[in-house]
């Protein structure tokens, strides 16, 4: 006759311990202080605002967002009117960029938009047109299928095509020219001298082009005090005008495009 040794879990130990790990509460997993602090202030910062729709749901990682109203343009009695669309349950919403960050400061000191709706629109458009035509070989990017409308490659190629031609016209009209002025003032001299590349190096700064700028303000959402310390020159008030105003100007030849 056989004896049957028993399992190691049927044993009277083993099944002890089996019921105290079942009658054991599970272990809470707690952020500290601080993290939860920093995890806090990013889904607040990601609220979505009380205008827009609630079927919008809040998403970190996407950002901010802005209410924005669709409207068009009515005429009435001989007059041209813009009228916003009505909403029933809340307007959309769209990422909010460098450009809002601006001017909510512009605001917040008691001035006014430091730029116009068309200027601000050209950035934006420009800034979608280069993303578009940077993702366009990236796999399983659909940059063009709107537009090419899934009928092949031929429609694909005339569309990117037709993107990179649109994204030249762009940086034609931006331009090569400095939009930081580099003269500076000599005591032994008569007036202001011009610095160029090497001497701008030796002393730790560097040229900023139109293009430079438009692509460090609209496409890597950098204010014009970001940009400044990035190539080396203090954030002054004459310095950041100097910016704006140039900035400015190169938003001007953008518009229409």
Known sequence: MSTRIPKAWETT??????????????????????????????RDGAANPEACSDEIVPAPARGALSAFREGYWHEKDGKTEWREVPYRSGCPGRTRDIFDT???QAMRRGGKAPFTTAQVGAARDYRALHERVQSAGIRCSRAFDLQAGGHGNADFME???????RLAMFHDAIGDGVAKDTKRKVPAMEGTVKVG??????????????????????????ALSEVLRAHGWRA??????SLKAALCAALGRMQGI
Do not use: H
């Open 236 to 241: 002054t008030g004459k310095n950041r005008s």
């Open 197 to 222: 590349r090497v001497q701008l190096r030796q002393i730790g700064r560097e040229l900023i082009t139109a293009r430079r700028l438009v692509d460090d303000v609209c496409i890597r959402e950098r």
């Open 13 to 42: 130990w083993a099944q002890e311990d089996i019921k105290a790990e079942r009658d054991r509460p599970a272990d809470i997993f707690r952020y500290s202080e601080e993290e939860q602090a920093r995890l806090n202030a990013i």
């Open 159 to 165: 569309a990117y095509a037709t993107d990179t031609r």
């Open 102 to 104: 601006m001017t909510d």
